[in-house]
């Protein structure tokens, strides 16, 4: 059986010198050479092959396409049986699609800033191409089975982090034919709302921004107007894993299609941060499903709307303070944050990350932050979704930004995200530059 693994982004990326870096550590794994009309740098896994070549011998290659004036191809021959890691042009995804059942696409990214800085002092090409290659960066790549890798780190530490997203893959693909499943995941999850910076491997995101969502109905600010002309949105905070059982954890639904974004998935549990309605809606229509599903939740005698009332395929249980939840080796562990009702975060440990998932709050009490200050948290999810205009919040019951960054400084994270942003703080931070982004 083989599956593919794409590597793709823009040129200056990054993408050459990760694949060289994982390569002697990944023995099991065929790393796939590529021909080019031109000699390969010291970089570069290729062969050389004269243009006129690649069109006597089309029959000889999965794909063949065209970049930056140079002509490339993977040859059929060269893909074994297991797992393949292909470096290849995003307009190339399709061909191994229609010809491979199992394809998987690593996206590998860097900010805009960075990747102009990058063109600009490799000194390759003409001020011209280089704003060219900004603009291809900034196309949407559609691929059914997609994750999208940060490659702003030291060297070192990417290479780590990306040999680490490698074997997550790969680990779901032995456990997709052990388990004799057809599929782990399609566009509906994969694109349908993907941050190009979070650095999570496992943990997805549908949305990261305030109830009110962006763009705003009828709202013509800078940010809802950039969102209308890009075609994007933005949903309520809610997020997911994958288990290596092929099953789903959501954090949060207050996305009221989710019954059809997951239809055909097996949810395993549901950990509600609260019983605000841009964080459970959702649950109105996922009662309904065929399967049993346990929703853990801080304790809420009121809940929201007819929940309680009528629970119907879900089963509702109230988490203690600190009480860990451990489902096909993933451990939750509930965090009281302080809100407006009564919210949990939650301390998500797993054999490839730690993560601190802390939405919606005005403070986090001191029992709560020397639990955090304990761990090792590899990556922290905080709310600042309260827009500060010159010291005064349009919120009482959110963490501004300042706030989030003290506590952020304070548990000492690897890495962290801001989340819960509204069109009036993204219209504001895209004139800043800010130490801790927000999701987007």
Not at 105 to 118: G, N, S, Y
Not at 152 to 161: G, P, R, T
Not at 189 to 195: S, T, W
Not at 231 to 238: F, R
């Amino acid at each position: 059986m083989q599956h593919i693994i794409l590597i793709v982004g823009a040129s200056g990326v990054g993408k050459d010198s990760l694949i060289k870096g994982v390569s002697p550590m990944l023995e099991s794994i065929n790393f796939v050479p590529r021909f080019i009309d031109r000699k390969p740098d010291c970089n570069e896994n290729n062969f050389y092959l004269d243009r006129q070549s690649f069109y006597l011998l089309k029959d000889f290659f999965v794909s063949v396409w065209e970049a930056n004036s140079h002509i490339y191809g993977i040859a059929k021959h060269f893909i074994k049986d297991g797992i393949n890691i292909i470096s290849t042009s995003r307009s190339a995804i399709k061909d191994f699609e229609s010809q491979f059942d199992n394809v998987s696409v690593i996206e590998v990214f860097i900010p805009f800033d960075v990747l102009k800085e990058r063109l600009v002092r490799r000194n390759r090409e003409s001020k011209e191409e280089i704003e060219q290659r900004l603009l291809n960066a900034k196309k949407e790549i559609i691929a059914k089975k997609l994750y999208r890798f940060e490659n702003s780190k030291d060297l070192k530490d990417s290479i780590q982090d990306f040999m680490q997203l490698i074997k997550v893959i790969c680990n779901n693909f032995h456990l997709l034919h052990s388990n004799k499943h057809k599929t782990i995941m399609d566009s509906r999850l994969y694109n349908f709302f993907a941050p190009k910076n979070n650095p999570s491997h496992i943990l997805h995101f549908l949305g990261s921004s305030d109830s009110g969502g962006i763009p705003i109905h009828n709202c013509n600010c800078i940010a809802c107007e950039s969102y209308r002309k890009s075609n994007k949105k933005n949903l309520a905070t809610s997020a997911y894993l994958q288990t290596d059982s092929n099953n789903f954890i959501l954090i949060d639904c207050g996305t009221e299609d989710i019954s059809n974004l997951f239809d055909g998935k097996h949810i395993k549990a549901i950990f509600l941060t609260h019983f605000h309605a841009d964080h459970c809606l959702g649950l109105l229509k996922l009662r309904y499903s065929k399967n049993k599903i346990i929703c853990f939740h801080p304790k809420d005698k009121n809940g929201f709307g007819d929940l309680f009332k009528h629970k119907k395929s879900i089963t509702y249980k109230a988490l203690e303070e600190f009480e860990k939840i451990c489902i096909d080796n993933i451990s939750f562990t509930a965090i009281p944050l302080l809100h407006s009702k009564p919210t949990m975060g939650y301390f998500i440990e797993t054999e490839y990350e730690n993560i601190a998932y802390l939405t919606d709050c005005y403070k986090i009490d001191s029992k709560s932050l020397d639990f955090l200050k304990a761990q090792k948290i590899d990556i922290c999810y905080i709310d600042s979704g309260a827009y500060n205009d010159n010291g005064k919040k349009d919120s009482n019951n959110h963490l501004d930004y300042k706030e989030a960054s003290n506590i952020i400084d304070a548990i000492k994270p690897k890495e962290a995200r801001l989340f819960h942003i509204s069109h009036k703080i993204l219209a504001k931070t895209q004139e800043q530059n800010l130490k801790y982004p927000y999701l987007l």
